[in-house]
């Protein structure tokens, strides 16, 4: 079976994948991406390079991951909609690809009315969906969307994003199934905190033999505070974050919470690791990079 990268070598030979989170700096600063590459490399198996997360004006996602290719470690590129018209998104997925990037995550990106710049026009001139449909049919036709042959064709593993948690629940396995048919080969979730929830979407996705077409990586984030479990919760669209979770940060000491906060992701690993249907787990430690280490350790995913 041909293999486009090592976190698709990984999860094809049957291993529990762990990824990671790398958010470029507000500016050209390489060191920031350097100190981030050091606290992450040898705990997961690839990194996610965002791309203008929350719409605020950042190192470019094909730059910063760049970077980690010099870096030898592997990146998982992201790719908003948001900025890009349909010329420039096959533009950049041909340089990342000459960049050695072998890994895209697609995505709609943050309306940029949430961002630094709301008065930013959008583009949007094609959504998450086709984006995947983009790159797998670069790949698998060598073809751009005119129909020319391009002398090489980009040949990576395709990603996509699913929350199991916004609404209606009932087309949360539809839009999953949608994004397969386009052409995602793995998939990472929004972050699990209602484990009761996702275990029904998954069950769902495993009735439909959905998770026989895809490698399904759940999301993580570990909470430092009951503060930011109940900003999350209020603030942050599609977070479903239980009340027995933010009582129970709640419960301990300021100081104490961040521990808490990361024996509940422990705990949600653990849960994670014996379904049918997961392959891996994506940790998004939001600027507290310094915590992976940690997580990957106690949790025995190394």
């Excluded at 486009?4 to 958010?23: D, Q």
């Excluded at 390079?49 to 470690?73: F, G, K, P």
């Excluded at 300021?254 to 653990?270: F, H, M, R, V």
């Amino acid at each position: 079976m041909k293999t486009f990268s090592h976190l698709h070598e990984k999860l094809s030979n049957g291993e529990f994948a762990v990824t990671g989170e790398c958010g470029p700096p507000r500016g050209a600063n390489t060191g920031v991406v350097d100190k981030k590459i050091k606290l992450l490399r040898g705990f997961v198996d690839a990194v996610n390079v965002t791309d203008n997360q929350t719409a605020i004006v950042r190192m470019s996602s094909i730059a910063a991951s760049a970077h980690l290719v010099r870096a030898e470690l592997e990146p998982v590129m992201q790719m908003v909609v948001r900025d890009r018209n349909r010329i420039a998104i096959q533009s950049d997925i041909m340089g990342a690809y000459s960049l050695g990037i072998r890994n895209i995550l697609c995505l709609s990106g943050d309306h940029q009315k949430f961002g630094s710049q709301p008065d930013a026009m959008n583009v949007f001139d094609i959504d998450s969906v086709n984006l995947i449909r983009t790159v797998r049919d670069m790949r698998d036709t060598g073809k751009d969307m005119s129909g020319y042959t391009l002398d090489v064709a980009p040949q990576m593993f395709i990603g996509a994003a699913a929350n199991p948690f916004a609404d209606p629940f009932e087309y949360r396995v539809i839009r999953l199934a949608k994004k397969i048919d386009a052409g995602a080969d793995f998939i990472q979730t929004q972050c699990i905190y209602n484990i009761t929830r996702f275990k029904e979407w998954i069950r769902q996705a495993n009735n439909e033999g959905l998770t026989d077409k895809v490698y399904i990586l759940g999301g993580v984030t570990p909470l430092r505070s009951a503060g930011m479990a109940r900003y999350m919760n209020n603030k942050v669209a599609g977070m479903d974050i239980p009340e027995d979770v933010i009582k129970r940060m709640d419960g301990v000491d300021k100081k104490d919470q961040a521990d808490e906060g990361i024996k509940i992701c422990l705990e949600t690993i653990e849960e994670l690791k014996g379904l049918k249907g997961v392959h891996g787990v994506h940790i998004m430690a939001i600027e507290w990079e310094e915590v992976v280490a940690t997580i990957v350790e106690q949790a025995d995913l190394k």
